[in-house]
């Protein structure tokens, strides 16, 4: 008998809970581009709601790593950062919105590099600023809200490329 799900699924429900997300992807983006705006942010909604859960899955179930914690983080990047790309395609935000979270996402793998992923208190957080910002540039009305959005997602892209190279250099200077 074919299984998809191997014996040991405590050691894979994590990452598949990862993998939803990227799975989601395409069904947000095609539901919110043909106005199905409901379903696109139920949708969404349980893309973010996977952010949440699957780190908490993997250490309750005891099968957190180092492999498990990029592919999340990954799949954050690819999905957060596909939105805002096919947004700017889209003229909802300027084309090179993305490119500043995706500085931030180069900041964070530059200075774990070698390491077991570095979090740090702003960054931690910055997934889910970029969830809430992006829903609104999604879901929210006017074009000052738009524009509030993408400075916040600037703004705070820029703090945690800061703050990452700030905490690679007190890690050196401490070792």
């Known amino acids: 008998m074919f299984r998809v799900i191997p014996g040991n699924w405590r050691q894979v429900a994590p990452s598949l809970i990862s993998a939803v997300r990227m799975l989601l992807l395409p069904l ?6 043909h106005g199905q705006f409901a379903v696109s942010m139920a949708l969404y909604a349980i893309a973010a709601l996977s952010d949440c859960v699957d780190g908490v899955a993997a250490r309750r179930l005891g099968t957190a790593s180092a492999l498990g914690a990029f592919f999340d983080t990954l799949s954050d990047i690819v999905f957060l950062l596909t939105l805002l790309l096919l947004l700017g395609l889209d003229g909802v935000v300027p ?8 500085a931030a ?5 530059a200075t774990s590099q070698g390491t077991r992923l570095q979090y ?18 999604l879901y929210g009305s006017g074009a000052s ?20 190279f700030r905490l690679r250099r007190t890690a050196r200077i401490t070792s």
Do not use: E, T
């Open 95 to 102: 084309i090179w919105l993305f490119l500043a979270p995706l």
């Open 145 to 164: 809200l738009g524009l509030v959005a993408s400075m916040l997602i600037c703004a705070y892209s820029a703090l945690v490329v800061g703050n990452r």
């Open 120 to 137: 740090d208190p702003i960054g931690k957080h910055f997934g889910g600023a970029l969830y809430a910002l992006i829903a609104i540039l």
């Open 28 to 33: 947000v983006w095609h539901s919110w581009r």
């Open 105 to 109: 996402a180069i900041a964070f793998f």
